[in-house]
């Protein structure tokens, strides 16, 4: 039964956060806890000595702030407001839990860590340049508040945790193996905060009153190809690094709460959708991962 229940959790979780959304929304302030919890059960596998920068991040944070750049380029003569909905779902950093779904999926997670907190903190200096250029930033918000909230927003869920493993590993060593031999206790977890997130960008979908339909269908028919290519391309960048998973995982699974931030404070409201969607997208490649390494296993 638990083996039934691991298999088809996350896309039972899909389906619940859908259904309940509206009863979902309220839970949203629990996601960076729930987020940070399951980050310190997967840090306790990590070493500070794993923990630095290599040629592969630096391929991977290329890709990230020109492919974004050569997007937005690309699609702008189109429509503005798609060519900004492509670029935030390339440009935003990794997403905190990464580690945990590439843990998951028996990468390695040290890796994956390194870049989700390479990625993050240098989105820091790089997305207000980036969006004051694109869009309103400038005129509305200054650098040094947007480098704030990046800040304050991502620290607390990204580092704590880390620094928090650290020292258990330091202080209380056999209390420090009992968190590292409960890592599927960060798979549960996970499914709980998949849950709420899919309850609130459904919730989000459903409250558009835009009249642009062709236009939305469009920003998530080019937000699923940018996802499946990041994924793509990650885990094919990975593979001659020895890093499949964890290549897929940094360059494919995206903060998208920070993502839909960025994108209500500098760009297009309706550009939102972009990220909005792309949570779903990657949620659903990882849960189809995740279902497959199960049945596997």
Excluded at 71 to 84: M, S
Excluded at 87 to 111: Q, W
Excluded at 272 to 291: A, E, F, H, K, R
Aim: net charge positive; aromatic share 12%; hydrophobic share 50%.
């Amino acid at each position: 039964m638990r083996k039934y229940i691991e298999k088809y959790l996350l896309p039972i979780a899909m389906v619940v956060g859908i259904t309940f959304h509206m009863q979902l929304a309220v839970l949203s302030p629990a996601i960076p806890y729930l987020l940070a919890m399951m980050l310190f059960i997967t840090y306790c596998r990590v070493r500070m000595s794993d923990i630095r920068p290599t040629k592969f991040h630096y391929i991977l944070l290329s890709i990230q702030y020109v492919g974004s750049a050569l997007i937005y380029l690309v699609l702008r003569p189109f429509n503005e407001i798609l060519a900004q909905a492509a670029m935030i779902c390339m440009l935003t950093a990794t997403a905190t839990s990464a580690p945990v779904v590439t843990g998951i999926l028996g990468g390695n997670i040290a890796v994956t860590a390194a870049y989700a907190l390479i990625s993050n903190l240098s989105l820091a200096f790089i997305a207000p340049i980036y969006l004051s250029l694109v869009g309103k930033g400038g005129d509305t918000i200054s650098m040094s508040a947007s480098f704030w909230y990046i800040f304050r927003s991502v620290i607390p869920i990204l580092v704590l945790p880390f620094l928090l493993a650290l020292l258990l590993r330091k202080m209380v060593p056999r209390a420090h193996k009992r968190v590292q031999s409960a890592q599927i206790v960060s798979f549960y977890l996970w499914a709980v905060a998949l849950t709420i997130v899919i309850g609130n960008i459904t919730y989000y979908v459903r409250m558009q009153g835009s009249d642009h339909y062709l236009l939305e269908i469009i920003i998530g028919v080019v937000s699923l190809v940018i996802c499946l290519l990041q994924f793509y391309f990650g885990r094919k960048i990975g593979r001659r690094f020895g890093q499949t998973v964890a290549g897929g995982q940094s360059l494919g699974q995206k903060n998208t709460v920070l993502a839909i931030w960025l994108t209500q404070t500098y760009l297009n409201p309706l550009a939102t959708l972009g990220p909005g969607m792309y949570v779903i997208w990657q949620n659903l490649v990882n849960s189809w991962q995740i279902w497959k390494e199960k049945r596997k296993n």
